[in-house]
């Protein structure tokens, strides 16, 4: 299913299939930062502007589901930006899901 297309959260339910973005903060468990930790700055070869792939990433390999602490999101891009950024790179252009698909290789594969 293509980034565009994905629900916000809605639930306090913990998952492995949920992206925690740090729009609002996000706290990980040591487990996944002694994972980061391992990893180095390989994530700039794969995500140096999408950081939150490389953060859930290392979430999932490490087993640790993630919530969020209330049912909606505290804070959300409210509209689309109008000039041309991050947004437009990773999400306007599908850039999201050739990113999502290489970290989760990164870290499901190797």
């Known amino acids: 299913?293509?980034?565009?297309?994905?629900?916000?959260?809605t639930s306090?339910?913990?998952?492995l299939d949920l992206l925690p973005t740090g729009v609002s903060g996000v706290i990980y468990?040591?487990?996944?930062?002694?994972a980061l930790r391992e990893r180095g700055d390989e994530f700039m070869r794969y995500c140096p502007r999408a950081d939150d792939f490389w953060l859930h990433y290392a979430a999932v390999a490490s087993?640790?589901?993630?919530?969020?602490?209330?049912?909606?999101?505290?804070?959300?891009?409210?509209?689309r930006p109008r000039q041309k950024g991050l947004w437009h790179e990773n999400f306007a252009n599908g850039?999201?899901?050739?990113?999502?698909?290489?970290v989760a290789r990164a870290w499901l594969v190797e």
């Not at 299913?1 to 959260?9: D, E, I, K, T, V």
């Not at 306090?12 to 998952?15: D, K, L, M």
């Not at 468990?29 to 002694?34: E, G, M, Q």
């Not at 850039?95 to 290489?102: C, L, Q, R, T």
């Open 1 to 9: 299913m293509p980034y565009s297309s994905w629900a916000l959260c």
């Open 12 to 15: 306090t339910a913990s998952s």
């Open 29 to 34: 468990p040591p487990k996944v930062l002694n």
């Open 63 to 79: 087993g640790v589901e993630t919530r969020q602490v209330s049912e909606t999101a505290a804070e959300w891009w409210p509209s």
């Open 95 to 102: 850039g999201n899901d050739a990113i999502s698909a290489e």
